[in-house]
C-alpha cells in the first residue's frame, strides 16, 4: 500500500506559476512510476506527465514546455511545476503511482483573472 498527499494547489491568474508537491509513504521501495492526471468539470481524468524512479520522464502535449515534473526519491516526493498557466489548465490535479492504483485527495488549481 502507498499513501498520497498531494499540496500546492490554489488561485492564479494566467500566466502565473504554481508548484504541486506529493508525498508518498508506506511501501515506498516498490514505487517506480510516479505520475500527474487532471480532471476538469464535465471531463475525464488525463495524464499530465509522469516520471521513473531514474528520473525518465513523460508529459503530455497539452503541457509540454509549461509544466515540468520531477521527483526526489529521498524524500519520496514528486513535484509539478507548472508556469505560465493558462485557464483551460483549471483542474483538480491529482499525484498517483499507477503499479499500487494509489491515488491522492487531490488538489485544485484555478486559473482565472
Known amino acids: 500500500q502507498v499513501q498520497l498527499v498531494e499540496s500546492g494547489g490554489g488561485l492564479v491568474q494566467p500566466g502565473g506559476s504554481l508548484r504541486l508537491s506529493c508525498a508518498a509513504s508506506?511501501?515506498?521501495?516498490?514505487?517506480?512510476?510516479m505520475g500527474w492526471y487532471r480532471q476538469a468539470p464535465g471531463k475525464q481524468r488525463d495524464m499530465v506527465a509522469s516520471?521513473?524512479?531514474?528520473?525518465?520522464?513523460n508529459t503530455a502535449d497539452s503541457v509540454k514546455g509549461r509544466f515540468t515534473i520531477s521527483r526526489d526519491n529521498a524524500k519520496n516526493t514528486v513535484y509539478l511545476q507548472m508556469n505560465s498557466l493558462k485557464p483551460e489548465d483549471t483542474a483538480v490535479y491529482y499525484c498517483?503511482?499507477?503499479?499500487?492504483?494509489?491515488w491522492g485527495q487531490g488538489t485544485q488549481v484555478i486559473v482565472s483573472s
Open positions: 498517483t503511482v499507477p503499479s499500487f492504483d494509489s
Open positions: 508506506g511501501d515506498i521501495f516498490r514505487i517506480t512510476v
Open positions: 516520471i521513473t524512479t531514474w528520473l525518465s520522464t
